[in-house]
């Protein structure tokens, strides 16, 4: 019998963590890392993202400018859990100041697709299991363009902003071919 590896939602002393646990116990950064390079197959997933607005971060410190952020030609970056990648981001744009009443200003948004990997896997069930909803940003500000490094995903508690967030998740079934012409299945 295999044990079941999950996101957990583990709350000490006030602090809010989210390990990968297997029959009760934390898995350690090797096993976490052998599942990020375990490939495993998977219909393909998407993630609507919302990763910033012009909202004083929680930590403290200035609201990130928007304006300043260069989206032509920029790489796209990856998706994170546990500074490992599970995924990239596909498309990036900025919508303007009143696109969502829970945010301040303009707002970074994109969509996401996740790797066929275990740890993608295992992410994705947090994600659908409501734990893993939150979004925080690395972004590499210099004093005429901010650039966007790395999203991570984590629980709620730990977005950089308050509203940073996984807006919407998604399955395709993938394109099946039939006599010369693709079809999407499902």
Do not use: N
Not at 99 to 128: F, N
């Amino acid at each position: 019998m295999t044990a079941t590896v999950a996101v957990e939602r583990w709350v000490i002393e006030d602090l809010v963590y989210t390990p990968i646990v297997s029959d009760g116990r934390a898995l350690g950064p090797e096993a976490v890392e052998r599942l990020a390079e375990t490939p495993q197959p998977a219909p393909l997933r998407r993630l609507h993202l919302q990763m910033a607005d012009e909202s004083a971060p929680r930590g403290g410190g200035p609201p990130l400018c928007l304006a300043r952020v260069q989206l032509a030609g920029a790489r796209l970056p990856a998706v994170t859990f546990a500074d490992l990648e599970i995924g990239r981001l596909e498309r990036l744009w900025i919508a303007p100041p009143g696109s969502d009443p829970a945010t301040t200003g303009r707002v970074l948004g994109g969509i996401a697709r996740l790797h066929e990997t275990a740890l993608a896997d295992v992410v994705w069930r947090g994600i659908e299991a409501g734990l893993l909803r939150g979004i925080s940003i690395r972004a590499f500000v210099a004093p005429d363009a901010t650039a966007l490094v790395a999203v991570r995903l984590g629980p709620r508690e730990e977005s950089c902003l308050a509203g940073a967030r996984v807006v919407h998740s998604w399955t395709e079934s993938p394109p099946v071919a039939l006599g010369g012409h693709l079809v999407v299945a499902g």
